[in-house]
């Protein structure tokens, strides 16, 4: 059964998880309203980690669902990047 790790909304990046997990699924939401938002999910504990998943998000967008089982080793690093703010709910196992 997947676990939910949510992530409120905000534009800085953050290590989500530390240690070894499998994502199984995501939501996430631009909550800024005006701009579009960028979240790079990494593996590791900084900006530097190998790059596993990445989601766009347009202002006042949205986007879920279920995915393949993604290997983390080190750990889920959120990388935030554009202009909105982000706000995520992540399932692992």
């Known amino acids: 059964m997947a676990r939910a790790i949510p992530l409120a909304t905000n534009t800085a990046d953050v290590q989500a998880v530390t240690g070894a997990c ?8 631009e909550t800024g309203g005006a701009a579009s938002a960028d979240v790079t999910l990494r593996d590791g504990t900084d900006a530097s980690g190998a790059i ?11 986007q879920a669902g279920s995915i ?20 995520l709910v992540l399932y692992i196992q």
Do not use: M
Not at 22 to 29: C, D, E, I, K, P
């Open 22 to 29: 499998t994502l199984v699924g995501f939501s996430a939401r």
């Open 52 to 62: 596993k998943a990445i989601v766009r998000l347009v202002a006042n967008g949205s």
């Open 68 to 87: 393949p089982a993604v290997d983390f080793t080190t750990g889920i690093f959120v990388d935030r990047s554009g202009t909105g703010s982000s706000e």
